[in-house]
T-cell receptor
Framework: DGGITQSPKYLFRKEGQNVTLSCEQNLNHDAMYWYRQDPGQGLRLIYYSQIVNDFQKGDIAEGYSVSREKKESFPLTVTSAQKNPTAFYLC????????????FGDGTRLSIL | QKEVEQDPGPLSVPEGAIVSLNCTYSNSAFQYFMWYRQYSRKGPELLMYTYSSGNKEDGRFTAQVDKSSKYISLFIRDSQPSDSATYLCAMNEGNRDDKIIFGKGTRLHILP
């Protein structure tokens, strides 16, 4: 089945530790996105990538980093510089063509130990 | 004024009722409008996708866009307990590099 796979489903981070969240898609989509979702705050864009080897900061990029070495993969690293990382992280992708909608994975819940 | 406003709820309705969910927006350049359904601890799932003004129907769901009033709605007919979820509206202008702007979501409870 075509879709977006995020792993792990749950992740725990110790103080001062970097952690990486995985996002893989087999939809052949060019564009990929990372969002953070907090209760009552909606979706906030962290980073996005329109094409391989290129990515742009979203609205809340500080404390996060990404890479886009392959079309199907867009991992997100939550660095120790992100002081409030506890949240639900969502990855999305979007196909080419006239204004295709975004499709989402099932998220990773990150918590601090 | 926020770009997209959506009442967070919760909205509780009895099973079988018609549900009306709404969003207002301020950017008159928005042309594409989406509704997503999100169950607890899951990612948002695309329900409806419309362009410009008018109505679009898909089964029990109808999406309505009124660009003159900058107001969009999602109607759910014959609501079921399985419709209990958070519903997010989303919209954008339609340029290649523009971002999709999401509402904060409305929590809906369908009471059996």
């Amino acid at each position: 089945d075509g879709g977006i796979t995020q792993s792990p489903k749950y992740l725990f981070r110790k103080e001062g530790q970097n952690v990486t969240l995985s996002c893989e898609q087999n939809l052949n989509h060019d564009a990929m996105y990372w969002y953070r979702q907090d209760p009552g705050q909606g979706l906030r864009l962290i980073y996005y990538s329109q094409i391989v080897n290129d990515f742009q900061k979203g609205d809340i990029a500080e404390g996060y980093s990404v890479s886009r070495e392959k079309k199907e993969s867009f991992p997100l690293t939550v660095t120790s510089a992100q002081k409030n990382p506890t949240a639900f992280y969502l990855c999305a992708s979007r196909g080419q063509g006239i204004n295709q909608p975004q499709h989402f994975g099932d998220g990773t819940r990150l918590s601090i130990l | 004024q926020k770009e997209v406003e959506q009442d967070p709820g919760p909205l509780s309705v009895p099973e079988g009722a018609i549900v009306s969910l709404n969003c207002t927006y301020s950017n008159s350049a928005f042309q594409y409008f989406m509704w997503y359904r999100q169950y607890s601890r899951k990612g948002p799932e695309l329900l409806m996708y419309t362009y410009s003004s008018g109505n679009k129907e898909d089964g029990r769901f109808t999406a309505q866009v009124d660009k003159s009033s900058k107001y969009i709605s999602l109607f759910i007919r014959d609501s079921q307990p399985s419709d209990s979820a958070t519903y997010l509206c989303a919209m954008n202008e339609g340029n290649r590099d523009d971002k999709i702007i999401f509402g904060k979501g409305t929590r809906l409870h369908i009471l059996p």
